[in-house]
């Protein structure tokens, strides 16, 4: 069965600082990873997708197989940053269906 | 514009009775999902479509059903409600190719009291 675990619930951290969403998955086969956020009072959206290998609004994520995880990076976190974050999972099938973990809350300070 | 579309955004209603959730989408996907999401937790999926007059159900069991008549349309119905159902649900569309994006709708938060 796949997993996503995301073990910060809550993560707090002042502008300009870094920051690193933490993402693990458990998985057999080769995964496909995706961070979705939501900011307040809109619509959950995608961030990114670990095949593109893009950065979004200054942010990163890498797939790192050997230690099965997906965490997203930014370098210098901004207020408009403050949002909901979700990893998700899709396991290897063309049907779409997504694995969610349980998000993080990330608050920038100013 | 395309979109995807939820009806209503919220709803109030008391034990027992019949509700159904809308969802359309005008971006031409043939997939479409249905997740619940309680507040602050994550989303599981409870319904899933691949296209018309296909319906299959998710992880999360649910006593809803869904119909997929038309392609744009995504209705998702409890036949008696109960405060157990209290959640936000979310509708969400995606083509049809292989690890794409999904689009989600803005949610529908029902209450039964």
């Known amino acids: 069965a796949q997993r996503v675990t995301q073990p910060e619930k809550l993560l707090s951290v002042f502008k300009g600082a870094p920051v690193e969403l933490k993402c693990n998955y458990s998985?057999?086969?080769?995964?496909?990873l995706f961070w979705y956020v939501q900011y307040s009072r809109q619509r959950l959206q995608l961030l990114l997708r670990?095949?593109s290998r893009e950065s979004i609004k200054g942010f990163t994520a890498d797939l790192n197989k050997g230690e099965t995880s997906f965490h997203l990076k930014k370098p210098f976190a901004q207020e408009e940053d403050s949002a909901m974050y979700y990893c998700a999972l899709l396991g290897g099938t063309s049907y779409g269906k997504l694995t969610f973990g349980q998000g993080t809350i990330l608050t920038v300070h100013p | 514009e395309a979109d995807i579309y939820q009806t209503p955004r919220y709803l109030v209603i008391g034990t027992g009775k019949k509700i159904t959730l809308e969802c359309s989408q005008t971006?031409?996907?043939?997939?479409m999902y249905w997740y619940q999401q309680d507040p602050g937790m994550e989303l599981h999926l409870i319904h899933y479509?691949?296209?018309?007059?296909?319906?299959e159900k998710g992880d999360l069991s649910s006593e809803s059903t869904v119909s997929r008549i038309r392609t744009e349309h995504f209705p998702l119905t409890l036949e008696s409600a109960r405060p157990s159902h209290t959640s936000q649900y979310l509708c969400a569309s995606s083509d049809d190719l292989a690890g794409t994006e999904q689009y989600f709708g803005p949610g529908t938060r029902l209450t039964v009291t």
């Open positions: 479509s691949y296209g018309v007059n296909s319906t």
């Open positions: 670990h095949i």
């Open positions: 971006m031409g996907h043939d997939k």
């Open positions: 998985y057999s086969g080769s995964p496909e």
